[in-house]
């Protein structure tokens, strides 16, 4: 399975205190970080971060990033608005993404030699 271990329990844990719910409803943001680590060789060329070299902690360092301003945001104890440069970062990892998965049907094929 993609999902590693420790992100299925917290998922299936949440799912079980809910009463119910679906899979995919009860992941958080970071636990997609996970997944793309546990699944670096098919994930990487569309979701790591920097150049084709890049490992796994560094290429997927930009969902920890948007991760921590998400919580600094959505979490009413903290009442944070995201800074300028929070928001700089937001819109270009945002910009990057769209253009990665648009263009992941070419890049993943010529990664991978077809």
């Known amino acids: 399975m993609g999902v590693p271990k420790i992100v299925r329990g917290k998922v299936l844990e949440r799912i079980n205190e809910a009463g119910g ?3 995919e409803e009860n992941f958080d943001l970071i636990h997609y970080q996970s997944i793309i680590k546990e699944q670096w060789p098919l994930l990487k060329p569309v979701l790591a971060y920097g150049d084709s070299r890049v490992g796994k902690a560094r290429g997927t360092s930009w969902l920890g990033e948007v991760n ?3 919580n600094k945001v959505m979490h009413p104890s903290r009442s944070h608005n995201p ?3 929070e928001l700089n970062m937001l819109e270009k990892y945002d910009t990057w993404v769209r253009e990665r998965i648009a263009n992941s049907d070419t890049e993943v094929a010529e990664e991978i030699g077809d």
Do not use: D, H, I, K
């Open 21 to 23: 719910g679906r899979l």
């Open 68 to 70: 921590t301003v998400r």
């Open 83 to 85: 800074t300028f440069e």
